[in-house]
């Protein structure tokens, strides 16, 4: 079946610093990827729309100058939580189309624990 | 805009007894519904869709779910549930072209007595 890979599982990271999170579909092509964020305890919430060879589409709220996407090609997404704050911490994942028919079901990957001191 | 609820936050069940989670959707066409399950620090698996045709669509891990249109409600079950199925389960509604309208509802956390 369709894999989504996603690096790194977790990471620790000082206050102000800057971490890169990637997003892969292993054995298909993506023009479309999305971003989450995930709070203890809470559902998904949609952040962004990575659109292969353009720009990002963000959803209301979220920072476009904070949470860098870039998808550079049909299998790699990476989101770049820039000058890191503790208030960033929490649980990204990343999700693909298989397909670019509106039926076709989200892959997700497996999610980067973040955690900033 | 689609909306999702999941009426019940956290739900305990012995292993072995049957199990349904529930879902009500809101959304002004024919939703396009999925199950997803979270294992703890894990990202989500498709457990079953439904996009049209028979209501009672069979999943992975013995999951199945009915969509019932009278009642905007897509609840899934399992008749009877093992300790591995400990997990947070997330109802979720897909729409627009390209699914950027995938809303999830605020998931189920189910627990497993032994």
């Known amino acids: 079946g369709a894999v989504v890979s996603q690096h790194p599982s977790w990471v620790i990271c000082k206050s102000g610093t800057s971490v890169k999170i990637e997003c892969r579909s292993l054995d298909f092509q993506a023009t479309t990827m999305f971003w989450y964020r995930q709070f203890p305890k809470q559902s998904l919430m949609l952040m962004a729309t990575?659109?292969?060879?353009?720009?990002?589409?963000?959803e209301q709220g979220v920072e476009k100058d904070k949470f860098l996407i870039n998808h550079a090609s049909l299998t790699l997404s990476t989101l770049t939580v820039t000058s890191a704050h503790p208030e960033d911490s929490s649980f990204y994942i990343c999700?693909?189309?298989?397909?670019?028919?509106?039926?076709?079901?989200?892959?997700f990957g497996n999610g980067t624990r973040l955690t900033v001191t | 805009a689609q909306s999702v609820t999941q009426p019940d936050i956290h739900i305990t069940v012995s292993e072995g007894a049957s199990l349904e989670l529930r879902c009500n959707y809101s959304?002004?066409?024919?939703?396009?519904l999925f199950w997803y399950v979270q294992s703890p620090g894990q990202g989500l698996q498709l457990l079953l869709k439904y996009f049209s045709g028979d209501t009672l669509v069979q999943g992975i891990k013995g999951f199945e779910a009915e969509f019932k249109r009278s009642q905007s409600s897509f609840n899934l079950r399992k008749p009877s549930v093992h300790w591995s199925d400990a997990a947070e389960y997330f109802c979720a509604v897909g729409a627009g072209s390209y699914g950027q309208n995938f809303v999830f509802g605020p998931g189920t956390r189910l627990s497993v007595l032994p």
């Open positions: 999700s693909a189309r298989a397909g670019d028919r509106e039926r076709s079901p989200l892959h």
């Open positions: 959304y002004g066409a024919t939703p396009y």
């Open positions: 990575s659109n292969e060879g353009s720009k990002a589409t963000y």
